[in-house]
């Protein structure tokens, strides 16, 4: 688990811009285990697999950070930049799409090639965003592999999630998945409804990382997963935020069958024991967004 | 011969590293029980949330929980995590771990019997992984030479519980350990900071014997099984107003229900007239 930074690196290659580099990159690399790194202090988590093939890289963090991202990547390798992933459409897992594909190449002399769920480029559509962040290698079924840097890789598809074009990413050699939205620990899960996402999608997507995650003693260590947002955790910690959401999802499908309101569930506060912990205050990743979220779902059909 | 004599030790002195000032806390100990034993051998029961300075969100957590959850195929092989493990029975061996060019300590090695676990208390000066590292259920440890105190400090804790009760611990727990030995006995108290589910410091202490004979650490073979059919991915818990197990400590030993969940206050001797004229007015009624 050796931490770098981009300006550590540019320091030990003698480059003069390493004091500039110091100063400016805000995004720092942390080696996860095998051949993953996660890129962090970006708009969302970056995880890249690097190898004799190339890199690999799962999703690529908002636009404002497209080049420190590029320039992390280049820290850990020089090799060809072959494949990218999305694990959802939002801007914040893939502003840079544009950037890192463009600087990479396939063995046929394109860009880059962005796999990800067809529900992907239809979001990315729909809000008439540019071609070049456009995932064109895309899948519908529940799952796809393929074989890159020496290991298997399956990506996961959860519908109805977080989003509904979800995927988890696992490094079968590795032993590291990348969770996209499905699992984060900064706040409350971010459930949109505008992107079809629901609670149930959700809660499957995290057991189904639960069901791939083995622990190396006594839940600690062993399958490690890079959340979309916040820190690297295992399964224990996965087990958790899995937990926090059926215990919350059930507070308010209870309050649902006695007939209460909206209004009625908020002020009996279904999310009490985890809001100093995960209430972002406001917006997505707030208490009262998530309860609304999974309100709407369970109360207007979406999950029964 | 005098003279070479001083010359050897001012030499020997010269090159004595700081650490080696210290008093050895190495070697194998054992729990002593004096204090608070009901709460550490026989272990806390169904109920039992005092002395722990809770907030609301703690308490709606341990009414939430039921303890069938640590059955749970994920839960099962689970440890105590840091704020917890110190307070069952228990042996632990620590060894040093020096630098074989300077002998300066680098690190204090611990190996806790209780669910066999290992700890690193890292004394040279290396700082805390960042905010996006993995945490464990030991955390991880830097300590510091105070005069004979040992001072460690602990971040990167995974969420657990300070009672087997459902009290809660949360990852963004710090614990502060003060290590002092008196001959064969060592102090250690914790104070534990949790923003998410404590209202100020929880601070409790124990004491540990040196073992001279034997090693007495346990092993712990723990397999994860499904012990009884059940849905995979259950999570048992109470809805709110449902737990039955709530005031059973209470109710085992005659306390109102207030004093053992009142969290910080009734942590305090202040509080213990309060305590007899709740008894008193439920005596009235």
Redesign the interface.
Known sequence: MKRTTSAVVAAGLGLAAAPFLAAQSPIETYHVQGNVYLLAGGASNVAVQVGPDGVLVVDTGGEETADAVLAAIRTLSDGPIRWMVNTHAHRDHTGGNTTVSQAGVTLNGNPAAIIAHEEVPTRMVEEDRPITEWPLNTFFEDRRDFYFNGEAIFLYHHPRGHTDGDIVVYFRGSDVLAAGDLFITTTYPVIDAGYDGGVTGFIDGLNNMLDIAVPAWLQDGGTYVIPGHGRIGDEADVIEYRDMIVIVRDRILDMIAKGMSLDDVRAARPTLDYDPRYDAGDGPGSADAFIEAVYRDLAEGGDQ | MAFRSITAACALAAFTVSGAAQINITGEWAGRYHEDFDDRVPGDVNGDFTGVPI????R??AE?WDVT?VN?L??Q???YSLPHIYRGPLQFRIWEEKHPQTQEIIAYRIYIGT???SRTIWMDGRPH??????????GFSTGVWNGDVLTVTTTHI??EFYRRSGL?S???TTVVEHYVRHGNLLSQTLIITD???LTEPYVNSQEFERIERGNRNWL?N?EYVMEVPQPR?L?P?Y??GENPFLDEWARLFGTPFEAVFGGAPSTYPEFMPRIEEMMNDEADN
């Open positions: 907030n609301d969100a703690a709606r957590h939430a959850r749970v994920e839960h092989c689970q440890p669910y066999m676990q992984p960042p905010e996006y590292a993995p945490h464990t259920f030991a995974k969420k809660p949360s990852d963004r923003p998410v589910y712990y723990c991915h999570v818990h809805l709110p």
